[in-house]
């Protein structure tokens, strides 16, 4: 690329990762301090679309897809900016290339790197996504959501020791990762999943992903979330190693059955505990007491009725298995409309994953300690 381009709004936009953005008419004192925040990530996003169109121009046959934010679903400052490529004639379910701006955390110099470490394929209401390798981009993204993850977007402002970085990967590591190796696969399964809705989707999850009350396997929904519309959704995370099944497809359709099983299952049955556990988990999570107040009606209007027909839900799946074999998109399909036709629930969405290992996630983890 022979164009020249001001990088200065992409290095002080770095300046503000890991911050949280409020309206400047919310912001009191700081009404100043929030409007250059936005500034500076609007130019930052606005230099960065510039370089991807000039990219775009180089890259025969390839064009952009829609640039991410400057800021994340709880308003805080991303560690970076990414857009996707995708080819002539691909639909959303064909993988593309994708091309991110980052800060080195050693040299503290703006880089800007195009790399498929994520395959991105959609179906309809479904996602696959494939994650050929552990990469600095994943690696940013567990970083930069961790801590929200764990407690929800309230630790970002609470100013709790335990809420900080450095104790909640230690809490993680050293306390919330169980021995039992299926239990293991299933909570790193669960982390990942956590991770890649907040990265791929337009929902927002509003629990955290710690048990508030101890240190074991959460009792209630995995996740809740709502959608732009302040629909609810509730999901369900299944993981596994391959196993006696031969390809990523299979292992996928059982853990996503054997999710939606477990839901159909809880859901058509009188717990009010269920309830009450979803609501304090959005109570502990969310920061704004507005936002707060309504999930928690929209929850306590969804407990109501002990009927899965009525509820939303995305089901999701992950393989730790070698790339031999990757999912399959029209058998995803498939699936996806056997369960959509057997009315068990209202709205449907499917997450498949695929990844070669879920030790390399727990080694990065540990490297955090």
Known sequence: MTKKFNYKPLIEYTNYEGKKYVKPEKAGDLKEDMELFRKNGQNARKVFTEIAKALEEK???????????????????????????????????????????????????????????????????????????LGDELKDKIKEQLVEICHGEYALVSGLNYHSFNETVKELVNHRIPSNINRKVGVI????????????TDIKIV????????????????????????????????????????????????????????????????NSQLWLNAVNSVRSALDDTSEKNTIVNILNKNSNSCLSNDKNVILGGT???IFNSTIDSIELRKLYNSILSSNKFSKLKLIAIQKQTYQAIIDFLVTLV
């Open 207 to 270: 629990s955290p992903f710690f048990n508030l009350e101890e240190r074991n396997v959460k009792k209630g929904f995995d996740i809740i979330a709502v959608d732009p519309n302040k629909d609810l959704w509730i999901i369900e995370s299944k993981a596994g190693e391959l196993g006696k099944l031969k390809t990523s497809t299979e292992k996928v359709r059982e853990r996503i059955n054997t999710a939606k099983r477990d839901l159909d299952t809880r859901l058509n049955m009188h």
């Open 319 to 321: 393989v730790f298995c």
């Open 189 to 200: 399964g669960e982390l990942l999943l956590n991770v890649l809705i907040r990265e791929f």
């Open 59 to 133: 890259t025969d046959g390839f064009h952009l897809q829609k640039v991410s934010s400057w800021m994340n679903q709880a308003q805080i400052a991303r560690p970076y900016l990414w857009v996707f490529l995708r080819q002539d004639g691909d639909s959303e379910s064909e993988s593309g290339i994708a091309l991110r701006v980052f800060k080195n955390e050693k040299t503290k110099k703006i880089g800007i790197s195009l790399e498929v470490s994520f395959v991105e394929r959609k179906i309809g209401e479904s996602i696959i996504l494939e994650i050929h390798n």
